[in-house]
């Protein structure tokens, strides 16, 4: 009975490890879910704005319909969901905070070795001062049709071109060549 007091414990505590896994796991698999469901209506958006009116229509989804996207999402799942950028077009709502820099480091590092866009991702929970919080972050790589509003000078047409410096006068998202990192969509979430 002595080694049974001794081993109640160590039981204990691997159910207790298990448990924080399971916790961990449910997280990370809504986390994933609610972020492509993002990316997946963003993308749907932009590509039906390019169709409907090219590169200058698109800014304004990018402009106004991702923050309302990120927002109803959010709002929907009890999250803060928005996206950030490597280098911010918008410097209210794109520049990373700390954590958010990590995993772009990382994202960086990981499409520097090869690894496919869709296999990358970053999760941790931390301690805050209100408690514990889950972050996500899923990288976005610049995609072919993006190099209109976010390629090299000779790719943005003088109409984009006008276009951004109307709405993002501080722009510094542009130089950017398929299959390079852009930023991330990131999440946050209070954890158990």
């Known amino acids: 009975m002595r080694h049974a007091n001794k081993l109640l414990p160590l039981i204990l505590l691997g159910f207790s490890v298990l448990s924080v896994q399971a916790q961990d796991d449910e997280l990370l698999k809504h986390s994933r879910a609610v972020s492509q469901s993002m990316l997946k209506e963003l993308g749907q958006k932009l590509q ?34 928005s996206r950030v950028g490597t280098r911010a077009r918008n410097p209210v709502m794109g520049v990373p905070n700390d954590w958010q820099a990590k995993a ?26 209100n408690g514990k919080e889950f972050h996500f972050a899923k990288p976005i790589v610049l995609q072919p049709m993006c190099v209109s509003c976010h390629g090299s000078t000779e790719q943005i047409s003088p109409e984009v071109k006008a276009k951004l410096h109307e709405l993002y006068p501080d722009d510094k998202a542009v130089g950017y060549q398929p299959g390079q990192l852009r930023g991330a969509v990131v999440l946050s979430r209070s954890a158990p």
């Open 48 to 81: 039906s704005a390019m169709a409907d009116g090219g590169a200058v229509n698109a800014i304004g989804v990018c402009n106004t319909q991702a923050p309302e996207i990120a927002g109803r999402v959010s709002s929907q799942n009890q999250v803060k969901l």
């Open 104 to 129: 772009l480091a990382q994202f960086d590092a990981a499409l520097a070795r090869g690894d496919k866009p869709a296999d990358i991702e970053f999760s941790e929970t931390v301690e805050t001062a």
